[in-house]
């Protein structure tokens, strides 16, 4: 599993190198964890939300779980867990 490849945006990176976000329809990060806590997007889901009812809600509302490399989450999430993203700017 440690030796898992995955390719983002032409990119191919262990994916031990990338993170699982779980994100709201506008794109703002809600949830993160290691690349290697999961294999696919859907065990990803249920690693962030262990019942089948709450994965239902989050799809209904338009979250989705990206994976991102580390660049990427730098760019892309870390903004929203400091509260400094463009998204919650774009909501306040
Ligand atoms: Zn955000």
Excluded: N
Excluded at 11 to 36: E, I, N
Excluded at 64 to 76: A, F, M
């Amino acid at each position: 599993m440690s030796r898992l490849l995955v390719e983002i945006d032409g990119q191919t990176v262990p994916l031990t190198d990338c993170f699982w976000v779980r994100v709201d329809k506008s794109g703002c990060a809600y949830g993160s964890m290691v690349g290697h806590a999961a294999a696919t997007p859907e065990q990803a889901h249920r690693e962030f939300a262990p019942r089948a009812r709450d994965r239902d809600r989050d799809v209904r509302q338009g979250y989705t779980i990206r994976l991102l490399t580390r660049e990427q989450w730098r760019q892309q999430a870390q903004p929203c867990f400091l509260g400094q993203c463009v998204h919650r700017k774009a909501a306040a």
